[in-house]
């Protein structure tokens, strides 16, 4: 069928019909060269969608869709099945947000492929490339889409098991778009099925920008699945976990408090620290005994204190403000942090038991976020003395800098070195975004500590609070992290 029939046929098919389950309409967006087909059936709740089309991807799209107008928040959820396991390996089917019924729309799909491939593919432009973010499940799943503003996130689930976070991007859709299920079967010349079952769609519809609170969840991601956990989620702001030596219990900031959760989940329970209200920037002691740290009594600068690791009276080990707490020496007896002096941000080290502190670096510019290596012979940092906001590393003693981060033009922050020594993970902005702040599109990467080429483990909506302190297991087979969304109050 030629072009101009096909966009002829998105706006009559469907005209005076009646609704397709919970969708309005069903259609073949772009040169599907077959023409496709949907079944609702009522008694069990599935959609039987089967596309033809080469692909949805790139500049241009092809693909059947059953669909309807939403407008604001919204979640779908479904679990998507191919009863026909003939075809091509890249079939696929899944949830779309789409700003039009053109081609070459702008638009957020989470995809399940035949080969068990899931993904959130999304084109932010008319036209545009397609980029994708990748789960590390594989179907048969469960997944769940949902649009908060600009943010899609989605989450994977086997059958049977829990909702796990996968991703998030921002992508600019209309106010008003189309929500549906899309099928490609990945080859024009060819018709296939997909099956979708337990579908549901939650509008929450328009919010404005004062109604919408902070969602923060609380993460573990296991760095050779890259399957993520769940530990809290709730409609409050909290930030920066570290994790106890044991490995039983994570430590975080929220409100100007310390808080202290199961590993497992369960019911926070306050560390006090008396008058200082904390920051985000604190961690435990090697022993695990004491805790650092960085906070502000009254309406004074940042400062570092130690209190015992499950709360107490804190002592002021840094006079000077402001003072940000990062790391610990390895046997304890020094803390290593970011300081303002006379307007310039550099790294100092002071001894736990308070005393003079030592300057480190020099340069011009920020730079902040020193932590030790396990074995004590480095400290590494961020640095935007190159122009970008890159992980640098010195000796102990401050001398030999160089800079660590190595591939594509990323501003990052905040390395945190595994207990083997062997790896560091740190967070990525586009290189566009200064400082760190919040509610921004950011990465989680690792590296070899040693140097060399990074990979990315988690795409997220976060920053600012994300995981500004050290937070790797003590087994240094996970780590931990706060992803965000702005969402309606409830």
């Known amino acids: ?165 996968s991703g998030a991007v921002t992508v600019v859709l209309p106010e008003s778009a189309y929500l549906g299920l899309a099928v490609c079967s990945h080859d024009e010349k060819e018709l296939r099925p997909a099956t979708f079952s337990g579908v549901t769609v939650q509008e929450d519809g328009v919010v404005a920008a004062k109604d919408r609170v902070v969602e923060s969840t609380l993460e573990i991601v296991t760095v050779a699945t890259g399957e993520r956990r769940i530990v809290q989620r709730v409609l409050a702001h909290f930030e920066a976990p570290n994790w106890t030596a044991d490995g039983s219990t994570l430590v975080y900031n929220g409100g100007g408090k310390i808080y202290r959760i199961p590993v497992a989940g369960g019911t926070p329970v306050l560390a006090p620290t008396g008058d200082v209200r904390v920051n985000n920037d ?92 396990p074995d004590g012979q480095y400290i590494y940092f961020n640095s935007d003395r190159s122009g970008l906001m890159r992980i640098w590393r010195m000796k102990a003693n401050g001398e030999g800098q160089e800079m660590m981060s190595q591939g594509p033009e990323t501003a990052d922050w905040f390395a945190h070195i595994s207990p083997d020594g062997q790896r560091m993970v740190y967070i990525s902005y586009d290189p566009s975004v200064k400082g760190h702040p919040a509610n921004k599109d950011v990465t989680l990467r690792i590296a070899p500590a040693g140097g060399g080429a990074a990979k990315t483990v988690v795409t997220l909506f976060g920053g600012q609070g994300t995981m500004n302190v050290p937070s790797w297991s003590p087994d240094g087979q996970s780590f931990a992290f706060v992803s965000y969304r702005l969402v309606k109050g409830r």
């Not at 604190?282 to 570092?304: F, N």
């Open 1 to 165: 069928m030629h072009r101009l029939a096909l966009l002829l046929g998105v706006a009559l098919i469907g005209q005076g019909a009646q609704k397709i389950g919970q969708f309005d309409t069903a259609v073949d967006v772009g040169e599907v060269g077959l023409a496709g087909s949907t079944v609702f059936d009522a008694k069990s709740g599935v959609y039987r969608v089967t596309g033809a089309g080469a692909n949805i991807w790139a500049g241009v799209d092809a693909f059947q869709y059953v669909q309807r107008r939403v407008a604001g928040d919204v979640t779908a959820t479904a679990e998507v099945g191919f009863p026909d396991k003939e075809g091509n390996a890249h079939k696929k089917g899944g949830l779309m947000l789409r700003a039009s019924l053109d081609a070459d729309a702008p638009h957020a799909s989470v995809m399940v492929h035949a080969d068990g491939l899931i993904s959130l593919q999304y084109r932010r432009e008319k036209g545009g490339p397609t980029a994708e973010v990748r789960s590390f499940l594989k179907g048969p799943a469960r997944v769940r889409m949902a649009r908060h503003g600009d943010v899609i996130s989605y989450e994977v689930a086997r059958p049977g098991g829990e909702w796990q976070p």
């Open 282 to 373: 604190h961690g435990l002691s090697p022993d695990g005994k004491m805790l650092a740290i960085s906070g502000s009594v009254g309406r004074g600068q940042s400062q570092i204190y130690l209190v015992p690791v499950l709360g107490g009276e804190p002592k002021l080990i840094t006079p000077l403000a402001p003072s940000y707490w990062h790391g610990w020496s390895p046997d304890g007896k020094t803390l290593a942090y970011c300081a303002s002096r006379n307007g310039e941000f550099d790294i100092y080290t002071i001894p736990a038991a308070g005393g003079a502190e030592t300057r480190l670096t020099t340069a011009a510019g920020l730079d902040d976020g020193p932590e030790y290596s």
